[in-house]
């Protein structure tokens, strides 16, 4: 915009009379208009900047993928490789499957150091994303940053409504702008005397934005920025960290090397189309889909009336088209054999039409193993939230679709199966001796899965579960495995519904769940005001796995449904299932403690 250029004047004339510069010339200061993602207004521009102030925009799915700027992130300009790379971490790649570093802001950040660096000093100063600060995969992006300046210091506004803060804050955060997303304060100084180490300031505001906007008008920045942190490898975090026991996590052996094949979960991108707790619901509703006498429009309004985006009509998305699927589904004589069984939530098998047309990312070979008798696998995060419990591990034996764990679109879960093209996945060579013999595949995955479920494991190593997949530990002793082993196989039972249960009583069919139900008070679960479904212990109530509250979620999900008998006996059979898991979880605590506790028992060396 060319006419923010006499604004730009007149705000640093005010600048620097505020500072003692009575009279300021506007041919002082040479101003260019343009895009700072392309190469032509830093050639007009000339020499390199040292002074670089901004608010850039944040934008993850850019439109600036210039080939200028793509190379810039990796540390190339024309022929030249001699600036940073965001891409790895002293000389070695990120190596990861999805990267971030395409952000608009990132962008941003990277031609601002681009020009310190050809300067060999200067400042900088940006509002940005606060992401940058402990995103995993911006690790190449903090090592550079702590490699170019000699201090950084960063103020971290919070206000992101997607990210949990810290809890005595999650009712009043708010950002400082108008948007979801948080912000940092980020001031790097660059100068020509060497330092071997950058000094790193840090501080953080949490509440209203009221609260936020006085504090940074009447408070001191460095009364504000008052922490001082020391980012270590490999991820050099920019925000405080709990005790350090990575050195320790480090000894175990990393969850994605074990198994050998690995698949994020199916991904359908219009489940409330595709996927139904009704086989014949979900029939006579993709029945109505394909039905020619029924115009696009019509099926727009009736399945999709929330649009998700404005660059598509309702429904469709960048790789799935509307009209293109209805026609598929007409010319398929077998549409109707398309359903399957997937594990939607926890306790909670769905069915799911599964047609290539009509899921975004199906997953591959590693679904299709996973509708064949007797599959099994288990489902884990590469990172879980900060200010929750370690407690985002699963285990299925269907097809999975995302959320099973954590449905807020922050990430997808990681299913590793225990078979993979009629082979077992792991890789026994990563093993103690003892478990490369015999020891059937089964008992290794009900191992680990009591090792998840271990209160020491969770609590001692939340810092690391919280930013990297899960890494095991097997006992010293093989008998110490093999117990541990037998809990492991009772949890999966318990969580795969393989465990038979008695009733007292027979189950009649119930009203359906009423609007803002469930709700639970005087030890029961009540559907409506009037009709109590079952009594409930209050610790299995508030049982959570991952985001979900299971209890409350699975009614939740069943709205304005009837719950015919066979869903109530599910329901008892889930309540059952945790209380008996919140048991074998004890009788885990209390093996691993009679063998001396984590360490001891899985010969982990401590910190010194």
Not at 52 to 67: K, R, T
Not at 353 to 377: F, H, L, N
Request: net charge negative; glycine share 8%.
């Amino acid at each position: 915009m060319p006419e923010a250029i006499d604004q730009a004047h007149l705000t640093i004339s005010q600048f620097f009379q505020a500072t003692g510069i009575t009279k300021y010339d506007p041919t002082w200061v040479t101003i260019h208009c343009g895009n700072t993602l392309e190469p032509e207004v830093h050639q007009e521009l000339g020499s390199p900047a040292t002074v670089i102030l901004g608010n850039p925009p944040y934008a993850a799915a850019s439109a600036n993928n210039g080939l200028w700027i793509k190379e810039l992130l990796r540390g190339k300009v024309g022929k030249q490789e001699t600036y940073c790379s965001y891409f790895e971490v002293e000389g070695v790649p990120l190596q990861e499957k999805k990267l971030w570093l395409h952000d608009d802001y990132v962008k941003f950040l990277r031609v601002s150091q681009w020009h310190l660096e050809r300067a060999g000093l200067g400042v900088l100063g940006l509002v940005v994303n606060h992401g940058f600060l402990d995103n995993v995969t911006f690790r190449g992006l903090r090592y550079q940053l702590l490699r170019q300046f000699n201090r950084l210091e960063l103020l971290d506004l919070n206000g992101n409504s997607k990210k949990r803060g810290t809890a005595a804050f999650l009712s009043r955060d708010e950002s400082v702008f108008d948007i979801g997303q948080g912000v940092a304060i980020s001031i790097g100084s660059r100068s020509k005397v060497s330092s071997e180490e950058c000094e790193v300031q840090f501080g953080q505001l949490w509440g209203n934005r009221e609260d936020k906007l006085h504090a940074l008008s009447h408070q001191g920045w460095n009364e504000l920025v008052d922490q001082t942190l020391c980012p270590q490898s490999p991820h050099f975090f920019l925000v405080p960290r709990p005790t350090d026991v990575s050195a320790e996590y480090s000894q175990g052996i990393p969850i994605t090397e074990l198994f050998r094949e690995s698949t994020s979960t199916v991904v359908t991108a219009r489940d409330s189309l595709v996927i139904d707790t009704s086989g014949e619901r979900l029939l006579a509703r993709l029945e109505d889909f394909r039905d020619a006498a029924l115009t696009d429009e019509e099926i727009r309004t009736k399945y999709f009336p929330r649009p998700r985006s404005g660059k598509y009509p309702p429904g469709d998305t960048r790789g799935w088209k509307l009209a293109i699927a209805r026609t598929s589904l007409r010319e398929d004589p077998e549409w109707r054999s398309r359903l399957t069984r997937c594990a939607y939530r926890p306790f909670d098998h769905r069915w799911i039409y599964w047609s290539a047309e009509m899921i975004d990312w199906p997953r591959g070979e590693i679904m299709q193993e996973m509708q064949k008798p007797g599959a099994v696998a288990l489902i884990v995060r590469r990172q879980m939230p900060a200010d929750r419990p370690a407690n985002y591990f699963w285990i299925a034996d269907a097809l999975t679709v995302d959320g099973i764990v954590r449905s807020d679109n922050r990430g997808n879960e990681t299913l590793l199966p225990l078979s993979f093209r009629g082979n077992e996945n792991i890789n026994r060579d990563l093993l103690p001796e003892y478990l490369r013999g015999s020891v059937g595949g089964e008992a290794i995955v009900a191992m680990i899965y009591a090792l998840f479920h271990s209160s020491e494991y969770r609590t001692h190593f939340i810092s690391m579960l919280q930013i990297e997949f899960p890494r095991l530990f097997f006992p010293v002793e093989k008998m110490n495995f093999e117990c541990l082993a037998t809990h492991g196989q009772k949890l999966i039972a318990l969580h795969l519904g393989k465990a038979t249960w008695e009733y007292e009583t027979a189950m009649a069919e119930l009203g359906p769940v009423a609007a803002g139900y469930p709700k639970y008070h005087d030890g029961q679960v009540w559907i409506d005001r009037r009709t109590p479904l079952a009594e409930v212990h209050a610790a299995d109530w508030a049982y959570h796995v991952g985001s979900h509250q299971v209890l409350k979620k699975w009614l939740k999900d069943r709205r304005h449904q009837m719950l015919s008998a066979e869903d109530i006996c599910h329901y008892i059979g889930m309540i059952q299932a945790i209380r008996e898991t919140r048991e074998t979880i004890a009788r885990i605590d209390q093996e691993i403690e009679k063998l001396g506790g984590l360490h001891r028992a899985f010969g982990i060396e401590r910190n010194s």
